[in-house]
């Protein structure tokens, strides 16, 4: 999957959540519907479940990259 707008956070990155511990791969840059705002794709590493959240929120700082 292409890149389509310019992320802290680049495809196929690793990030850990600060408050949970949890880590996840991010899959994409999409948009959302609704309010066409960018949002991340990424994968749970531990569950391989699927989230989206909007990019903003994403970039906050709830985040930190791994690798």
């Given amino acids: ?6 992320s802290l ?3 196929g990155s690793q990030l ?3 408050k949970t511990g949890g880590f996840y791969k ?5 948009r ?5 705002e960018f949002a991340y794709v990424y994968e749970s590493m531990q569950t391989h479940d699927y989230w989206v959240r909007p990019q903003a929120e994403m ?4 985040f930190e990259l791994i690798s």
């Fill in 59 to 62: 970039e906050d700082g709830r």
């Fill in 32 to 36: 959302i519907e609704a309010s066409l």
């Fill in 16 to 18: 850990r959540h600060k």
């Fill in 1 to 6: 999957m292409r890149e389509t707008h310019p």
């Fill in 26 to 30: 991010v899959i994409g840059i999409a």
């Fill in 9 to 11: 956070f680049p495809i």
